[in-house]
């Protein structure tokens, strides 16, 4: 279920956390608007990442997200070069 977020905020631990990390908001819009995968981490918090190419390597753009609150709050995001670490196979 790769379902899309439209309605979020971002936290203000998250917008520390994309700062120090140089992910701007486009991208997590992005993200959550496209995502390549959701997956649940725990009741109430899903991860969606997305494969995106930066300075010509693949990096994988994992946003986490509480979405047990309306609307839904972005809690931190990061990039990795660990795509296979944590992209799901489908069955």
Do not use: C
């Not at 631990?13 to 959701?38: C, F, Y």
């Not at 997200?65 to 309306?70: A, I, N, P, T, Y």
């Amino acid at each position: 279920m790769n379902e899309p977020i439209k309605d979020y905020i971002v936290t203000s631990h998250a917008v520390v956390e994309m700062r120090h990390r140089s992910i701007d908001e486009a991208l997590v819009a992005r993200v959550l608007a496209n995502p390549g995968q959701r997956l649940q981490v725990r009741v109430g918090r899903d991860v969606l990442q997305s494969r995106i190419e930066f300075a010509g390597r693949v990096y994988l753009i994992r946003v986490f997200v509480d979405v047990d609150r309306s609307p839904a709050e972005v809690v931190t995001a990061y990039r990795t070069s660990k795509i296979e670490k944590y992209w799901r196979s489908e069955p």
